[in-house]
């Protein structure tokens, strides 16, 4: 390549060398799987914990994300990155822990409508820089708090999408639903956030 | 455009992926409506807050156990073969 070649974009490199590595796995290489492991354990791990809000949950769903991807490697086609195909799995392991844990709390179907207008009930501004109102820790409680209240439907989305930046059609390709669904869960998950995050930044309440 | 239009909008709007008519459209009704500007502007950072937030860490021990099983797999696998 000279000098003057335009790189190649560091999500096609990623793309290209996980191919390989996949390939490579796929042929029996051991330490080519478990470079994939090394990219992507804590991601899923991360994961893991945001659904189910559990540890123990949480090395469980990753354990099994990475140990079924490995025994089922012949049946990723590629048609998709190997990085969703993993997601996938491990987010239908983090819901069934979810079923199982708390049969009463978990419904994979659209939640009715509480009545309530998530949007326009509450509306004041937070000021520049709420999350400086809170220490780290204390902040990171708030967050935990607030994304366990959503609706599991909701909050799948919502992570996926906003927090691990996956993009909409590898989401609706991971849930298995359409484009258009994961973006009305996303709208509804963010007003949700939004508006029980107000009560902890909006500008009356800290100043 | 109205504020219920907006808030349908909203999603496509913050992810940048709305058409330029639309998004101008979009731009002119929060430059005269204060709620949904607030809106608007509350909804972008808690996406902000929740990107930034610290990333939950994957523990030593927890991590060993992943290797050690991943391991143990490789070992069966190989004698499969």
Known sequence: MSATDPKPLASAIVRDDEARLVSAAKAGDAAAFEELVNRYERKIFRLGMNITQNREDAEDVMQEAFLKSYTHLDRFQGDSRFYTWLVRIAVNEALMKLRKRRPNQFSLDEPLSDGEDPVFREIEDWGPSPEQKFAQTELNEILNSVIAELDPIFRVAFLLRDVEGISTEETAQILGISEAAVKSRLLRARLKLRQKLNKYFRRSETQ | ?81
């Open chain 2, 1 to 81: 455009m109205n504020c219920k239009k907006v808030i349908q909008e909203l999603t496509s709007y913050l992810d940048g992926v709305l058409d330029s008519d639309m998004r101008a459209d979009l731009e002119l009704h929060l430059a005269r409506c204060t709620d949904c500007r607030v809106v608007v502007d509350t909804t972008r950072k808690t996406i902000q807050i929740f990107c930034n937030s610290e990333p939950v860490p994957l523990p030593e021990d927890v991590r060993q156990r992943l290797h050690t099983a991943l391991m143990d797999r490789f070992r069966r696998n190989a004698k499969t073969i």
